[in-house]
């Protein structure tokens, strides 16, 4: 027995290589790529790389459809979330469910 750390190992198949991998490989291998970095970089109106949790502020007043409510400029949003998207943040406001912003009307605080 040469190699028994994977010996408890469930194997998942990777679909990358098309290969069957113990679990504990995939994920390192998974968090090797993740580091490389494959992540999606988003930029706020005046260039500011935004992360998840960052607060943002409006530069715009914005209509915000099926809401019937028009979010003003100056207006503080808390704890963004980034959602995969160059271009999209994922946010909460009081009285508005799944507001979606374009990064290009936000600015970073």
Do not use: H
């Amino acid at each position: 027995m040469e190699n028994t750390d994977n010996a408890n190992d469930d194997y998942v198949y990777d679909e990358a290589s098309g290969e069957w991998m113990p679990a504990s490989e995939l994920a390192a291998k998974d968090a090797a790529e993740g580091a490389d970095g494959d992540e999606v970089e988003v930029r706020d109106a005046v260039g500011n790389i935004l992360a998840d949790g960052d607060q943002v502020t409006l530069i715009k007043d914005l209509t915000v459809k099926g809401a019937g409510q028009t979010l003003k400029q100056g207006t503080l949003i808390k704890s963004i979330r980034l959602t995969g998207d160059a271009q999209e943040i994922d946010c909460r406001y009081p009285g508005i469910k799944g507001l979606v912003l374009r990064a290009e009307f936000v600015k970073k605080r």
